[in-house]
């Protein structure tokens, strides 16, 4: 049983990594970040955040403290990745140092306006920095030691986490397409919650972490439905469109 513990355990902490990943991957083979929704990023930011400071006053799984730690860091992979092959190619990670740039980054960097659509990754750095101050002032203010607010951080911190897709199903459907997922990261998210659900029952996780578990499957399911049948409805518009062509070459002969 403890070689089967430690894998459970192994692969509840890497595990999610392998969707995030292949996100990054998918956007230096396509070479453009255009329709992915890069809140996701902010959100799953948050959620790390607040579990980190769920896990000082709870306590629970170490093993999901990591998972937590990794995925946080994961997300300025993705960043990285986001800004590169953006159509404004901002990948500016240091052009914010050059004097003739300065002023105006200056003046981005402070307009909330702008709020987590920088163009250098410093912004989204100094940002999360600043956020993670903010929650752990509001958590010690309130009691990092007191039960009943740590059961509230803990529903909020997997409330954002069950909400983390439903901003990107809404932009695939104004957008009528989901080009900008990787089949391969929606995949392993869906196989991940569906794992890590299973973790979290049979380890007796937090109930806020279970009943995550649930949503976000169901979520991903929502996410997957919309890959194949946008992609599906691509198909079928290109073979009309061909069909089309064909007549009226057929016509015109």
Request: proline share 1%; with cysteine; aromatic share 18%.
């Amino acid at each position: 049983m403890t070689l089967y513990n430690d894998i459970m355990n192994f692969l509840i902490v890497v595990g999610p990594s392998i969707g995030y990943i292949s996100q990054g991957i998918k956007f230096k083979i396509n070479k453009k970040s255009k329709g992915f929704c890069l809140s996701m990023c902010l959100k799953t930011i948050l959620s790390s955040i607040f579990k980190i400071y769920f896990w000082v006053g709870k306590r629970y799984n170490i093993y999901l403290l990591y998972q937590a730690i990794l995925v946080l860091l994961l997300q300025y992979y993705i960043i990285i990745f986001y800004l590169k092959y953006s159509e404004k190619d901002c990948m500016k990670l240091v052009q914010w140092q050059k004097k003739n740039k300065f002023s105006k980054t200056l003046k981005n960097f402070f307009d909330l306006k702008k709020f987590w659509g920088w163009d250098n990754l410093f912004s989204f750095l100094f940002y999360s920095v600043v956020l993670g101050i903010l929650i752990g002032f509001v958590c010690f203010i309130f009691g990092i030691h007191n039960k009943i607010f740590m059961e509230i951080l803990g529903y909020i911190a997997t409330a954002i986490d069950v909400f983390l897709g439903l901003p990107q199903i809404y932009t695939n459907y104004k957008l009528q397409n989901a080009h900008s997922l990787s089949t391969i990261m929606v995949g392993s998210f869906l196989l991940g919650d569906t794992f890590r659900t299973y973790y979290y029952v049979t380890t007796k996780s937090p109930f806020q972490f279970i009943l995550c578990g649930f949503l976000q499957v169901t979520i991903n399911i929502i996410l997957m439905l919309q890959i194949f049948y946008y992609r599906l409805k691509g198909n079928r518009n290109k073979s009309f469109k061909k069909s089309k062509v064909e007549i009226r070459l057929t016509t015109s002969l």
